[in-house]
């Protein structure tokens, strides 16, 4: 079953992704090609690097990135339990400002698995 929350933000995503991609800009180009590059297999598992991206995202506090590496956990099979332990983490080191942003991922979360359902 889809999730209207799930499928507007990817649908929102890969539009202006493209846009952005079309224009043809060097160093955009090479900002993304980094990105896809960055969370392959590597010494670290890309289970770790997603929760390390959704971490630092939490503290950066960018709902954007914390809904795209939420995805990618979900994706790779992480537990809510496992993300939620790695958010507790971004909470602590990044303070209270962090708890709205955490209230949204806690709900882009359970839409991601409201999807299996």
Request: aromatic share 6%; glycine share 6%.
């Amino acid at each position: 079953m889809k999730n209207k929350l799930v499928e507007e933000f990817n649908a929102y995503r890969e539009k202006m992704n493209a846009k952005m991609l079309e224009d043809n800009n060097k160093i955009i180009k090479r900002i993304f090609n980094l990105d896809t590059n960055a969370y392959r297999e590597g010494v670290l598992s890309k289970k770790t690097k997603e929760l390390l991206g959704l971490g630092n995202s939490l503290v950066l506090r960018c709902d954007d990135c914390v809904r795209y590496h939420l995805e990618e956990c979900h994706k790779l099979g992480l537990t809510k339990e496992e993300i939620v332990e790695g958010m507790s983490i971004s909470l602590l080191i990044g303070g209270t400002i962090v708890i709205p942003h955490l209230r949204r991922a806690f709900e882009y979360w359970e839409a991601l698995e409201a999807q299996q359902s």
